[in-house]
């Protein structure tokens, strides 16, 4: 079973550029545990589209490959945390 989370963000956005720190505090302390990715939608609209984002920042989480989760707009890290210990 694997745990992944994607960040689809954007460099204009200033609201992806507030949910960063979160993502990257959640990185350090998931990092064994959890796959972190981001991806700015601008250069990867292919797979933007396949996990269909339509606003960033979006936060996908997926188990095993499966999108089981995701939170559109600034989500806060205890929110994040809470979902990813459903999983894991």
């Not at 981001?38 to 339509?54: F, G, K, P």
């Not at 939170?71 to 990813?84: A, H, P, Q, R, Y």
Request: proline share 3%; charged share 30%; glycine share 4%.
């Amino acid at each position: 079973m694997s745990l992944e989370i994607i960040d689809f963000t954007a460099a204009w956005c200033g609201p992806c550029r507030m949910q960063k720190p979160i993502i990257e505090e959640l990185e350090t302390l998931y990092k064994d545990k959890v796959k972190f990715s981001v991806v700015d939608v601008d250069e990867n609209q292919e797979l933007a589209r396949q996990y269909s984002i339509h606003a960033i920042p979006t936060i996908a989480i997926l188990k095993d490959g499966e999108m089981v989760s995701s939170f559109v707009g600034l989500t806060s890290k205890d929110k994040l945390e809470t979902e990813i210990q459903k999983y894991l």
